[in-house]
């Protein structure tokens, strides 16, 4: 079933800035990702942490975890306009099922 | 190597009316999901098979249905659409064996029921 929220449902900010966005989820995980949708079009893998880890980078992204909290932060570093964009992130369940979680946070970067 | 294609991209339905909506997954991919999304409700779970087998359902009344073939092909239909079913329909394929599987996502079908 699918479960939590993903904090703020909206994001504006300015190019350069840095953009956090804040994902809960309430069953054991194996994993979590997070994924990218651009407007009407399908979902991109941006990046996964598995439960063993607290911290992963790639490039301007990094993403915490904490399992205690059942929570995950993605951090866009100096953002830019196309990063604008609805993100998403999805816990995979220690039964192995993969969940989307609510409506996502819709990040609008201003050129 | 091609990804997940959904057909078609786009339809218009009235109500009343049932539609059936493919996805063929990437090659060598045997999971394939199903989610709705609209605007309020955001990606919402329909359903998931694996090798020909229903594994997992999300809370969708029984007018929701699918199928996946030997091929991993999916199918699924809505029967006697209502104007709520207007939402895009994602369809999702992954590996299967190992945990952390990336999902990858076709383009979707845009459903509009009139």
């Known amino acids: 079933s699918q479960q939590g929220e993903e904090d703020p449902q909206a994001l504006s900010i300015q190019e350069g800035e840095n953009a956090t966005m804040n994902c809960s989820y309430k069953?054991?995980?194996?994993?979590l990702q997070w994924y990218r949708q651009n407007s009407g079009r399908g979902l991109v893998h941006l990046i996964l942490i598995r439960s063993n880890e607290r911290e992963k980078h790639s490039g301007r992204l990094r993403v915490t975890l904490d399992t205690s909290k059942k929570s995950s932060s993605l951090l866009i570093t100096a953002s830019r306009a196309a990063d604008t964009a609805s993100y998403f992130c999805?816990?995979?369940?220690?039964?192995?099922?993969?969940?989307?979680f609510g409506a996502g946070t819709r990040l609008f970067v201003k050129a | 190597k091609a990804g997940v294609t959904q057909t078609p991209r786009y339809l218009i339905k009235t109500r009343g009316q049932q539609v059936t909506l493919s996805c063929s997954p990437i090659?060598?991919?045997?999971?394939v999901s199903w989610y709705q999304q609209t605007p309020g409700q955001g990606l919402q779970f329909l359903f998931e098979y694996f090798s020909e087998t229903q594994r997992n359902k999300g809370n969708f009344p029984g007018r929701f249905s699918g199928r996946q073939f030997s091929n991993s092909r999916s199918e699924m239909n809505v029967s006697t659409l209502e104007l709520g079913d207007s939402a895009l329909y994602l369809c999702a394929s992954s590996m299967e064996g190992e945990s952390g599987n990336t999902i990858y996502f076709g383009e979707g079908s845009w459903l509009t029921v009139v």
């Open positions: 069953t054991s995980i194996n994993n």
């Open positions: 090659s060598g991919h045997r999971s």
């Open positions: 999805a816990a995979e369940n220690t039964g192995g099922f993969k969940t989307i």
